[in-house]
């Protein structure tokens, strides 16, 4: 099996919620997949963090398909997280669209 070169099976690493750990270009904000991390990240819009789910789901399909159950795992919680900021997102343009 081709595994990723981040992707570990550790207990740590398949707990739904442990924030991941991985390098981001300069400027981006380091999203765990929590989801009440914009208490960590005020400053954050909801929008950005669900720009930076969508990277890091990005980079787990290739491992996903090649057999990564780690992977795998974080792709599921990655789009569970993504789901959640859409919904959060569309209910800030709402808003936003009434004042």
Do not use: F, W
């Amino acid at each position: 099996m081709d595994e990723d070169s981040r992707s570990t099976d550790s207990p740590g690493q398949s707990q739904p919620g442990t924030p991941l750990q991985t390098s981001h270009s300069p400027g981006a904000v380091n999203m765990g997949l929590v989801p009440g991390d914009g208490a960590r990240h005020p400053q954050t819009s909801k929008y950005t963090q669900l720009l930076a789910v969508i990277e890091e789901l990005g980079r787990d399909i290739r491992p996903t398909y090649a057999g990564s159950k780690s992977s795998a795992e974080r792709l599921k919680r990655g789009i569970v997280h993504a789901r959640i900021l859409v919904r959060e997102c569309l209910m800030e343009t709402e808003r936003n669209a009434r004042s």
